[in-house]
């Protein structure tokens, strides 16, 4: 089936500092990923689309200039985190489209940011 | 505006059955996801109803009623290990997924 991964699984950070978070199809090629981040007991809340080869499209209230995605490769997207802060803290997940159809989306594990 | 509506928790007992309701207002409509998030993990694809009716896949079921902008996931013979959060998240007009809080579902012995 297909695998989507991501790195790290957690990491803490001080404020002030970035932080890159890797999402990867491991079996299939992506071309668009999307990342999401979800807050404890809360849903989870789009941040952007990711598409290969071309700008991400940021929703609204997220700051691009904060999130820095990159989808460089088919199987292959970055969000880094800049300037962090503890308001930063929360639960990053990524997801792929495997095929054409909406329902054929796959999550990685997620990763767990910490801001001290 | 959009907007999905689940409960926010719900507890049933081992090996019984429980249906977990969502209600939805979308800009168009291409579809209807359910997913299952264990406490810390990321979301897993339980199903997808674009169509009225009811989708069978073993223990869980999916309903659809486009009309009354409902949908339930229906699941039996409850395990301790369904003990988990169920998403419900609508697909709208422009492909995008609107989620709900999520449904947290306790199972007592």
């Known amino acids: 089936g297909a695998v989507v991964s991501q790195h790290p699984s957690w990491v803490i950070c001080k404020s002030g500092t970035s932080v890159k978070i890797e999402c990867r199809s491991l079996d299939f090629q992506a071309t668009t990923m999307f990342w999401y981040r979800q807050f404890p007991k809360q849903s989870l809340m789009l941040m952007a689309t990711s598409n290969e080869g071309s700008k991400a499209t940021y929703e609204q209230g997220v700051e691009k200039d904060k999130f820095l995605i990159n989808h460089a490769s088919l199987t292959l997207s970055t969000l880094t985190v800049t300037s962090a802060h503890p308001e930063d803290s929360s639960f990053y997940i990524c997801?792929?489209?495997?095929?054409?159809?909406?329902?054929?989306?796959?999550f990685g594990p997620g990763t767990r940011l910490t801001v001290t | 505006g959009q907007n999905i509506d689940q409960p926010t928790e719900m507890t049933a007992t081992e090996g019984a059955i429980v249906q977990i309701n969502c209600t939805y207002q979308?800009?168009?409509?291409?579809?209807l996801f359910w997913y299952q998030q264990h406490a810390g993990e990321a979301p897993t694809f339980l199903s997808y109803n674009v169509l009225d009716g009811l989708e069978e896949k073993g223990r869980f079921s999916s309903f659809l009623s486009r009309s009354k902008g409902y949908s339930y996931l229906l699941l039996k013979e409850l395990q301790m290990k369904d003990s988990a959060s169920y998403l419900c998240?609508?697909?709208?007009?422009?492909?995008?997924?609107?989620w709900g809080a999520g449904t947290k579902l306790i199972i007592k012995p």
């Open positions: 979308t800009s168009g409509f291409n579809g």
């Open positions: 997801s792929a489209l495997h095929g054409r159809e909406p329902y054929e989306q796959y």
């Open positions: 998240a609508a697909l709208d007009s422009n492909y995008q997924l609107i």
